[in-house]
């Protein structure tokens, strides 16, 4: 790909928001387009290089990894051709190698390429790295020679410069290789006008950053390993102080609307529910339910997350809010991810309200698979106003469902719910409700910052008194396959003791894994499109398992999973509350919330097979009463692999926060972001969450002492613009136009 012939290069000028197509011509538009989604020069110029190589540097051709599409420099040793037993045509073989490795390139009928690929050239070749007859190959790979400097003296100043400066390497696909990339790149920063710089001058010299242009040409066309080091920085804040000015400008355009100021009445519903409450709260709880009160009482909309560990009393704080709320005559939704909490999110609030206080409120369930009689009743005492707390999963959005006076959304487990969805409960008020947010999922502040930065944050870190603890243990079915056993006669233990039990595997039958997606409603979907895989622990294999197994004579082992009819999951979770069940072998579904004191015993087969904060959610459901729990994850990972790594990180800890750190260290990036900010055009592209925290510390400190002398960016209108860039457009009315 080279700007098309009948296109004449070089003579634009160019702006950021330029077609590429006016660019560069139709025909790389379309290759770039088509690989990357790129549209303008700004998106192309935003491809920033993977790495950069040296002339000189060799990179290891023994390590090639079979079958991807690679990049490297290397030296041509020997060059053959020979023509084809069993067809007309030559082959011409030419041997490549760094020093460490040696590599063949072939190319079918075309001998002319002997001519430059003599022995000695060297230059970057690119291809997909296949295997003939057990030696390495590229077949027709793209490659440049560097015109070389073996002419030339080498004492010569400005060739040694040519030699030391870095060489890009960008991502590349099968279609585009990187030089080529390069290529397309360099022509638009020689066409390129004047930039103007999204970071203001003041922020930008106190902290030593390149103007915007020279950071793009630096990072792209460095001289030295400085050029792209300076520019890496400079784009890496830049790329942070957009990202916070976006955040806080949809947070401010958030309290931008009016909202219904609610207060607690005296001697109301939320004095009486106190008094009778059977506990003392914590200090944390006390804590965030004053600063929730105080966002309520205000007629600005409340966005605010509460993260706490589970079993930390989140429940209790949402609930006084609300009843904060229908003190003032309004009305609450909660949202949970799956019918199995919502239906146990409904009891438990009927059970904290106790039964004066909830028929006064009439909680009421509202989700997808009511029986329509009853589905109709609900309806009916959400829009009369007479059901004060509707609890729900996100049939709550249903465009049926309708409330006299929506004052409060809760929405319990965040990461399940897109903002989508929640903007459309949000729709659903006469005026948009305080919106309160609930996750188990400990968040590293600076993650906090980049994916909530348009929320509030609570933290609940004390855990009520009387938690008896957990132990975890890691039971390694490589190096000691018969602790498998072991694992089964513990848990018949507790059951012996009168405790109950929960055994999860990553799979409701073998081959079919539970991909909890609670807005499909737990749809399972199956996993092992990949035959290499390794089988998975299923819920059917272990249930025939235990139930065959000696020691489980007399014990009741129950199946929970996403594929059984609500009623059905639901009348089993009722049934193992009430002791009626004592092991439930299950999927994921019992994650989040699921609330049975008196089950002690957690087994994880295949515990590899989860997240890090999945199975520190999956152990939060024994040791919740007074019993200590016992949690044993069972694996057959390899040790010192990385998923045995982070098995053994849960293990090690009953710290959410600590293990929420781990987790972002050895998960992608993307995972972290989540859909809305991880790829597409929008994503991140040199800011790591993980490693840049300080970055991002000081850029929300710039953005928000930028916005106070100037909340509608008015005389800042490059990084207006490029936070224009990253808004949707029906987001950025609160912006001024410049
Ligand atoms: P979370 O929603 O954070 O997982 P819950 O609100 O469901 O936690 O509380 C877990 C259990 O602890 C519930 O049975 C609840 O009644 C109880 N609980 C909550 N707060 C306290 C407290 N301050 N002291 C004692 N028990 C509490
Ligand atoms: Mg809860």
């Known amino acids: 790909m080279t700007a098309d012939e009948t296109h004449e290069t070089g003579v634009g000028r ?24 790129y549209r303008t020069v700004g998106d192309l110029l935003g491809h920033y290089p993977r790495r950069y190589a040296l002339r000189g540097e060799l990179t290891a051709l023994a390590s090639l990894p079979l079958d991807e599409n690679v990049t490297i420099v290397a030296e041509v040793l020997e060059v053959r051709e020979r023509s084809m037993r069993s067809r007309r045509g030559s082959i011409l073989e030419v041997k490549i190698s760094d020093g460490t490795g040696i590599l063949v390139l072939t190319f079918f009928n075309q001998a002319w390429r002997a001519r430059e690929l003599v022995p000695g050239a060297r230059g970057i070749f690119a291809g997909k790295v296949g295997d003939y007859r057990g030696a390495r190959q590229l077949a027709h790979p793209d490659y440049e020679l560097f015109d070389d400097a073996a002419a030339v003296s080498p004492t010569d100043a400005s060739v040694k410069r040519w030699a030391e400066a870095p060489i890009a390497i960008y991502p590349a696909t099968g279609a585009l290789a990187s030089w080529q990339l390069a290529k397309a790149i360099a022509l638009l920063l020689d066409g390129l006008d004047p930039v103007p710089d999204p970071v203001p001058g003041e922020i930008r010299s106190g902290r030593g950053l390149l103007a915007h242009r020279d950071a793009i040409e630096r990072i792209h066309r460095p001289e030295a390993e400085a050029d792209w080091k300076a520019a890496r920085r400079t784009l890496r804040f830049t790329e942070a102080l957009v990202l916070q000015t976006t955040l806080l400008l949809r947070r401010a355009e958030l309290r931008s609307h009016e909202a219904t100021a609610r207060h607690p009445s005296a001697g109301g519903l939320l004095e009486r529910f106190d008094a009778a409450l059977p506990f003392t709260l914590t200090g944390d709880q006390v804590e965030v339910g004053t600063a929730i009160a105080t966002d309520l009482a205000e007629p600005v909309p409340m966005n605010r997350l509460v993260q706490g560990e589970v079993g930390s009393g989140k429940t209790v704080v949402a609930l006084r809010a609300m009843l904060a709320v229908a003190d003032s005559g309004g009305q609450a939704a909660l949202l949970a991810p799956t019918e199995v909490l919502a239906a146990q999110h409904l009891r438990s609030i009927a059970r904290m309200l106790g039964p004066d206080l909830s028929a006064e409120l009439v909680p009421t369930l509202l989700t997808g698979q009511l029986p329509a009689a009853e589905r109709r009743k609900a309806l009916l005492r959400a829009a ?32 399940r719910f897109g903002v989508e969805q929640r903007e459309a409960l949000r729709l659903k008020g006469r005026r948009p409700p305080h919106v309160l947010v609930l996750t188990a999922t400990p968040i590293p502040r600076t993650v906090a910052m980049t994916v909530f930065g348009d929320l509030d944050v609570s933290t609940i870190r004390e855990l009520p008194a009387g938690r008896a603890g957990i132990e975890s243990h890691v039971v390694p079915l490589v190096e000691r396959p018969a602790w498998r056993t072991r694992v089964w006669e513990r848990l018949a233990e507790e059951i012996a003791e009168g405790r109950q039990g929960f055994v999860v595997c990553p799979a409701i039958e073998p081959r079919v894994a539970e991909e909890a997606d609670p807005v499909q409603g737990d749809g399972a979907t199956d996993v092992d499109a990949d035959p290499t895989s390794a089988p998975v622990a299923s819920v059917a294999a272990i249930l025939a398992e235990l139930t065959a197994h000696p020691r489980f004579s007399g014990i ?21 509350a009430a002791g009626e069940i004592d092991v439930l072998v299950a999927t994921t579904v019992i994650e989040v919330g699921v609330d049975v004191p008196n089950a002690s015993v957690m087994v994880v087969t295949d515990a590899d097979r989860f997240g890090v904060s999945q199975l520190h959610q999956l152990r939060g459901r024994v040791g919740r009463g007074g019993l200590p729990g016992l949690c044993l994850l069972v694996t057959a990972s390899e040790p010192g692999s990385l998923a045995r790594q982070r098995v053994e990180a849960v293990a090690a800890t009953l710290d959410g926060f600590e293990l929420a750190q781990v987790d972002l260290e050895l998960r992608q990036e993307g995972d972290v972001l989540g859909a809305t900010q991880s790829g597409g055009r929008s994503s991140l592209k040199l800011l790591r969450v993980a490693r840049d925290g300080e970055i991002i510390a000081d850029a929300r400190e710039a953005a928000a002492s930028l916005l106070v002398d100037d909340p509608r960016l008015a005389g800042h209108p490059a990084l207006s613009a490029e936070v224009r860039r990253r808004l ?3 987001a950025t009315g609160f912006l001024s136009k410049g």
């Open 14 to 37: 160019f702006t950021l928001d330029t077609r590429l197509t006016g660019a560069l011509g139709g025909r790389t538009a379309q290759a770039l387009e088509r690989a990357f989604g």
């Open 384 to 415: 009369a106003g007479q059901s004060r707390i509707v609890v729900g999963t996100h049939a709550l959005i249903g465009e049926s469902v309708s409330f006299a006076d929506l004052g409060l959304v809760v929405v319990d487990e965040q990461h």
């Open 556 to 576: 009741r082992v129950a199946p929970l999973h996403g594929r059984m009819a609500s009623e059905e999951k639901d009348a089993t979770m009722r049934a193992f």
């Open 728 to 730: 949707d457009d029906d």
